[in-house]
């Protein structure tokens, strides 16, 4: 029998006006691995992911999850599939009116029908899963650190137990000590909740710490899906400054 990947785009072909954002791209990401995506500032990597979501339609081509094209699920099909996928977008995405417990809650409720009890018991143990304690339930968005936001956002990206999760630039704004100890978290979390991930990132040593397999976004299209060493190998003149340059980790 045939083994699908969790996720995989096929000849996506996005434009904007007449500035074409990929063309004829390929992707995926396979089951229970995580899967970087890189490329220059512009090249497409959010628009990408933000396809692969559903929040951007594509004008060519078509998004499969495990094996099933999008395009053709019925409406509780799409439900099933937007409640098994978690996103963390930049900068955490947090409601700044509610409280970080609330934040929590909004999928729980939505997508839900367990007592208020319950829910707020699955909240809690989100957000401890993360690296948070019990302090942050009724602070808001604007008191936490840059750090502490993108930990409750990923906790509200992981209320439903989701298969795939996505993150766009999760280490953004951190510095290496915190960088790191979001690294380990991703890690941890993968392994525990056997997720498929995928990750747009800019840091090479999330890239190294992290990620199974990269993706590299040139042209508008992804020119190599494979292990970090051989994409830093590969004879581009963009991945050998990016991979090899002044800050690389493989001189």
Not at 61 to 66: M, R
Not at 193 to 199: G, Q, R, S, W
Request: a positive charge; charged letters at 25%; proline letters at 4%.
């Amino acid at each position: 029998m045939k083994k699908y990947h969790p996720i995989e785009a096929k000849g996506i072909t996005t434009k904007f006006g007449r500035k074409f954002v990929h063309k004829d791209l390929n992707f995926h990401a396979e089951e229970g691995k995580i899967t970087g995506i890189v490329g220059g500032s512009g090249s497409g990597k959010s628009v990408l992911m933000n396809t692969m979501l559903g929040l951007i339609e594509p004008q060519e081509g078509d998004v499969f999850f495990n094996g099933l094209n999008r395009k053709r699920f019925k409406k509780n099909d799409i439900l099933d599939i937007n409640n098994s996928i978690g996103v963390l977008f930049q900068g955490g995405a947090l409601f700044s009116s509610l409280t970080i417990l609330d934040n929590i809650l909004v999928p729980l409720r939505e997508y839900t029908n367990l007592n208020e009890q319950l829910l707020r018991g699955i909240a809690i143990m989100k957000i401890h899963m993360v690296g948070l304690s019990s302090e942050v339930l009724d602070l808001y968005p604007s008191e936490l650190s840059g750090g502490m936001k993108k930990r409750a956002g990923l906790a509200r990206a992981l209320a439903l137990d989701p298969k795939l999760l996505f993150l766009d630039e999760p280490t953004a704004g951190l510095d290496p000590i915190g960088a790191n100890a979001f690294d380990e978290l991703i890690l941890r979390l993968k392994s525990s909740m056997d997720l498929t991930v995928i990750m747009v990132t800019h840091d090479l040593d999330s890239l190294l710490h992290t990620c199974d397999k990269v993706a590299v976004l040139i042209n508008k299209q992804i020119a190599i899906i494979d292990s970090l060493h051989k994409v830093a190998k590969y004879d581009n003149p963009w991945v050998k400054e990016y991979f090899n340059g002044p800050r690389s980790r493989f001189n």
